[in-house]
Protein backbone atom coordinates (compact mmCIF):
# COMPACT_ATOMS: atom_id res chain seq x y z
CA UNK A 1 0.00 0.00 0.00
CA UNK A 2 1.30 3.31 -0.40
CA UNK A 3 1.94 6.06 2.08
CA UNK A 4 -0.94 8.30 0.95
CA UNK A 5 -3.46 5.07 1.19
CA UNK A 6 -2.54 4.41 4.20
CA UNK A 7 -2.45 8.37 5.38
CA UNK A 8 -6.54 8.32 4.43
CA UNK A 9 -7.31 5.06 6.32
CA UNK A 10 -5.78 6.39 9.45
CA UNK A 11 -7.53 9.62 9.10
CA UNK A 12 -10.88 8.29 8.30
CA UNK A 13 -10.18 6.13 11.36
CA UNK A 14 -9.18 9.04 13.61
CA UNK A 15 -12.41 10.82 12.28
CA UNK A 16 -15.01 7.53 12.97
CA UNK A 17 -13.39 7.47 16.80
CA UNK A 18 -13.87 11.05 17.10
CA UNK A 19 -17.63 11.03 15.90
CA UNK A 20 -18.36 8.19 18.33
CA UNK A 21 -16.56 9.79 21.12
CA UNK A 22 -18.98 12.71 20.73
CA UNK A 23 -22.10 11.08 20.65
CA UNK A 24 -21.24 9.09 23.83
CA UNK A 25 -20.49 12.43 25.12
CA UNK A 26 -23.89 14.02 24.15
CA UNK A 27 -25.38 11.41 25.90
CA UNK A 28 -23.94 11.15 29.20
CA UNK A 29 -24.49 14.92 29.70
CA UNK A 30 -27.75 14.91 28.68
CA UNK A 31 -28.38 11.82 30.86
CA UNK A 32 -26.49 13.63 33.84
CA UNK A 33 -28.35 16.89 33.91
CA UNK A 34 -31.72 15.05 33.32
CA UNK A 35 -30.86 13.09 36.54
CA UNK A 36 -30.00 16.01 38.04
CA UNK A 37 -33.39 18.07 37.08
CA UNK A 38 -34.83 14.78 38.53
CA UNK A 39 -33.21 15.83 41.76
CA UNK A 40 -34.64 19.43 42.13
CA UNK A 41 -38.55 18.85 42.39
CA UNK A 42 -38.64 16.94 45.68
CA UNK A 43 -36.89 20.05 47.32
CA UNK A 44 -39.12 21.96 45.75
CA UNK A 45 -36.55 23.84 43.36
CA UNK A 46 -38.57 23.72 39.99
CA UNK A 47 -35.92 27.04 38.13
CA UNK A 48 -33.39 24.82 38.87
CA UNK A 49 -35.27 21.96 37.66
CA UNK A 50 -36.09 23.49 34.58
CA UNK A 51 -32.78 25.39 33.85
CA UNK A 52 -31.26 21.69 34.26
CA UNK A 53 -33.74 20.23 31.81
CA UNK A 54 -32.95 22.84 29.57
CA UNK A 55 -29.16 22.42 29.19
CA UNK A 56 -30.44 18.60 28.86
CA UNK A 57 -32.40 19.47 26.37
CA UNK A 58 -29.31 21.52 24.44
CA UNK A 59 -27.33 18.43 24.51
CA UNK A 60 -30.39 16.49 22.59
CA UNK A 61 -33.76 18.44 22.13
CA UNK A 62 -35.25 14.93 20.92
CA UNK A 63 -35.12 13.65 24.77
CA UNK A 64 -39.14 13.12 25.23
CA UNK A 65 -38.55 12.40 28.90
CA UNK A 66 -36.38 15.75 29.55
CA UNK A 67 -39.18 17.80 27.42
CA UNK A 68 -41.75 15.89 29.63
CA UNK A 69 -40.22 16.56 32.96
CA UNK A 70 -39.86 20.33 31.97
CA UNK A 71 -43.32 21.17 30.92
CA UNK A 72 -44.28 19.35 34.55
CA UNK A 73 -41.74 21.46 36.32
CA UNK A 74 -43.29 24.52 34.63
CA UNK A 75 -46.58 23.63 35.18
CA UNK A 76 -45.79 22.31 38.76
CA UNK A 77 -43.81 26.43 38.81
CA UNK A 78 -47.46 27.84 37.56
CA UNK A 79 -46.31 28.86 34.46
CA UNK A 80 -49.37 26.74 32.35
CA UNK A 81 -48.60 28.97 29.03
CA UNK A 82 -45.03 27.40 29.31
CA UNK A 83 -46.17 24.00 30.24
CA UNK A 84 -48.57 22.81 27.78
CA UNK A 85 -46.93 23.55 24.64
CA UNK A 86 -43.74 21.40 26.01
CA UNK A 87 -45.63 18.28 26.07
CA UNK A 88 -44.29 16.10 23.52
CA UNK A 89 -47.50 14.74 21.50
CA UNK A 90 -47.85 10.90 21.22
CA UNK A 91 -47.19 9.96 18.13
CA UNK A 92 -49.93 6.98 16.40
CA UNK A 93 -47.61 4.23 16.77
CA UNK A 94 -46.65 4.80 20.68
CA UNK A 95 -50.45 5.35 21.25
CA UNK A 96 -51.20 1.87 19.13
CA UNK A 97 -48.90 0.52 21.62
CA UNK A 98 -50.26 2.01 24.81
CA UNK A 99 -54.05 0.61 23.47
CA UNK A 100 -53.12 -2.85 23.52
CA UNK A 101 -51.74 -2.97 27.19
Not at 9 to 27: T, V
Not at 40 to 58: F, M, Q, S, T
Amino acid sequence: MSNRRVFYICLWLMLAAAAISAQNSRAVSTASYLERGNQWPAKGEWDRAIADYNLAIAFDSRAVVTLYNRGVARQRKGDLSGAGGQMPRPTSRAAASWAGR
